[in-house]
């Protein structure tokens, strides 16, 4: 029996971060990103960009294999509040991706990003369902 293939987990953008995708169920999804020298700002802390790639990566990954058939999901909206800096001396930083609702336009997603069990940043994430046309575009 051969797998689906992950559109999210073979997205270049999660190699390129080196993503680990840990689990995934309706309600909840969570990944990990092994942290590295040039995941690094100036002062020594993951960037900001990429920790918010992380929370978007973990929040699409729980909700993309429920949209609809001949729709697609875009990002319309995030709100992520940092709280303590990541960085690498404290390991991998843990998304947990949590369904907030799922309607038939919109779905929302709430995202914590933590470090050996301390909240890192939590954040709001909303997506929009729309209908591919017949070429595959929106």
Excluded: C
Excluded at 20 to 42: C, D, I, K, N, T
């Amino acid at each position: 029996m051969t797998l689906p293939i992950d559109p999210v987990a073979t997205m270049p953008v999660s190699a390129l971060l080196g993503l680990v995708f840990v689990e995934r169920s309706a309600s909840e999804a969570v990944l990990e990103l092994p942290l590295r020298a040039e995941l690094l700002q100036g002062q020594g802390r993951v960037h900001g960009g990429i920790l918010a790639t992380l929370a978007d990566t973990a929040a699409v990954w729980l909700l993309l294999p429920q949209v609809a058939e001949g729709h697609t999901l875009t990002s319309i909206e995030f709100k992520l509040n940092f709280v303590r800096p990541a960085v690498l001396e404290r390991g991998p930083v843990r998304a947990l991706a949590k369904l907030v609702r799922r309607g038939r336009a919109v779905a929302l997603a709430d995202v914590e990003l933590s470090q050996q069990g301390q909240l890192v940043a939590k954040g709001l994430f909303t997506y929009l369902q729309p209908e591919l046309d017949e070429r595959g575009g929106v």
